[in-house]
């Protein structure tokens, strides 16, 4: 059973810092490409950032320089950390798994998901 678990969603304040996980499990995680998207109330499903497995790694602009994406292929876990955190990244948060290659950004391209988790960045 193919399960995808994030956690560390939260309530911070601008400028703050979260940190996000994203645990996988049923499915060969190191051969799989990562990624984190995020959809915020009544807009699509929106791309984030990208992480190969080889470590490759790919960002929107909008969070290019703020947010750092890693994995752990031993614990089967990516991390997203998100600093100097803006109103604007207020959504939830999805991991999500394809073995299609790294920066996708479609989100139709990954066939596993995780149940999302809630940022809100306050002013």
């Known amino acids: 059973q193919v399960q995808l678990v994030e956690s560390g969603g939260g309530v911070v304040q601008r400028g703050g810092s979260l940190r996000l996980s994203c645990t996988a499990s049923g499915f060969a995680f190191s051969n799989y490409d990562m990624a984190w998207f995020r959809q915020a109330p009544g807009e699509e499903r929106d791309f984030v950032a990208s992480i190969g497995t080889g470590g490759k790694l790919i960002y929107r602009e909008s969070v290019n320089g703020r947010f750092n994406l890693s994995r752990d292929n031993g614990a089967n876990t990516i991390y997203l950390q998100m600093n100097s955190a803006k109103p604007e990244d207020t959504a939830v948060y999805y991991c999500?798994?394809?073995?299609?290659?790294?920066?996708?950004?479609?989100?139709?391209?990954?066939?596993?998901w995780g149940q999302g988790t809630q940022v809100t960045v306050s002013s």
């Open positions: 999500a798994a394809t073995p299609a290659g790294y920066g996708l950004q479609s989100a139709r391209l990954y066939d596993y």
